[in-house]
């Protein structure tokens, strides 16, 4: 069972939506979480991470379950520019960092 | 502010040749390094982790080797590079402890011909 798994999508959606992207993680000890942004052929950067309380970074809304091992990623509002791919990110014991294959997002004039 | 550094940007080599590719942090000390590879339209792949001087953890068995022969400093090498090296690596650090993110270097897109 893979440590981290997301939807890889894609996701098109017009402009101006709201788009919800989920991601699962199999060890319960986990740390810390991080919702990553990547664009095409360059490297990943950090989007926002994920509190216990959930967070809020203007359009971006992370929240944390740990209950059910799921962290969740909203974008309201979405602008042509938020078009990338998603990586969920989880830091384990030992200070290991497991990705997510990332999901895909193509916001659609 | 903590910066990383990674270079060459791009790189294409012949089969069999030697590659060094280098990374660098600044504005912090004692960091975590990782060095990552992803092939095209593919998740991220560690290969190598560093939680100080010397100390080099490999996670797959393949033809590349890791050094740090500083603690800001972590280098990738391979003496003979084959076909299956191709991809985008990626350098990265995080603090040695807090749960904090990681931070990447700008990549190295390496093309073997």
């Known amino acids: 069972r893979k440590e981290v798994e997301q939807d890889p999508g894609p996701f098109n959606v017009p402009e101006g939506a709201t788009v919800a992207f989920n991601c699962t993680y199999s060890?319960?000890?986990?740390?810390?979480f991080f919702w990553y942004r990547q664009d095409c052929r360059k490297e990943p950067k950090l989007l926002m991470s994920v509190y216990s309380s959930g967070n809020e970074d203007g359009r971006f809304t992370a929240q944390l379950n740990r209950a059910s091992q799921y962290i969740s990623l909203l974008i309201r509002d979405s602008k042509l520019s938020d078009s990338a791919t998603y990586l969920c990110v989880v830091n384990g014991p030992g200070n290991q960092f497991y990705f997510g294959t990332g999901t895909s997002l193509t916001v659609i004039p | 502010s903590q910066t990383i550094h990674q270079w060459p940007a791009t790189l294409v080599q012949p089969v069999g040749s030697p590659l060094s590719l280098e990374c660098t942090v600044e504005?912090?000390?004692?960091?975590?390094l990782y060095w990552y590879r992803q092939a095209a339209g593919r998740g991220l792949q560690l290969l190598f982790y560093?939680?100080?001087?010397?100390?080099i953890s490999s996670e797959v068995p393949q033809n590349l080797s890791a050094s740090r022969p500083q603690d800001r400093q972590f280098i990738l090498s391979s003496k003979k590079l084959l076909l299956s090296d191709s991809g985008f690596y990626l350098c990265a650090w995080s603090q040695l402890y807090g749960n904090q993110p990681q931070h990447f270097g700008d990549g190295t897109r390496l093309s073997i011909l």
């Open positions: 504005g912090t000390s004692n960091p975590n």
């Open positions: 060890n319960s000890a986990s740390q810390s």
């Open positions: 560093s939680v100080g001087i010397g100390q």
